[in-house]
């Protein structure tokens, strides 16, 4: 869930998306900016897990989703539509996999320090 509140706040924002990538490309204990939480983004996960797109479950001790098979079959349409959700289709193009747990942990950790 951190790493999906994370990308959340890079999707809302060229300058989110810029400090995301300045901690992604950061050394460790670097964190230029404190990411934001929107709450109308848990509503709408629990939307996505009341409509069977996805399920929780856990991943390194954190709380996580993991898309069904509906879900799945989703994405791939919408992915597919070149007009819809670009602007996020690009930033999580870029993002997404470089979000590893490290890079989660140095965003949420206590170990940060701002710049």
Same mark, same amino acid.
């Given at each position: ?43 709408? +996960?629990?939307?996505?897990?009341? =409509?069977? /797109? @996805?399920?929780?479950?856990? !991943? ?6 993991? #898309? ?15 007009? +819809?959700?670009?602007?996020?289709? =690009?930033? /999580? @193009?870029?993002?997404?996999? !470089? ?6 942990? #140095? ?9």
């Amino acid at each position: 869930m951190a790493k999906l509140h994370i990308l959340n706040d890079a999707i809302r924002g060229k300058r989110s998306a810029h400090l995301l990538e300045l901690v992604v490309n950061s050394k460790a204990g670097m964190m230029p900016w404190t990411f934001r939480i929107e709450p109308a983004f848990a509503r709408a +996960v629990d939307f996505v897990v009341g =409509d069977k /797109l @996805a399920d929780w479950t856990t !991943s390194s001790n954190r709380s996580g989703l993991q #898309l069904t098979a509906k879900g799945i079959a989703l994405f791939e349409k919408l992915k597919a539509e070149d007009d +819809v959700l670009t602007a996020e289709k =690009d930033v /999580l @193009a870029v993002y997404a996999k !470089s979000m590893t747990e490290g890079a989660v942990s #140095l965003v949420i950790g206590s170990k940060r320090r701002a710049m």
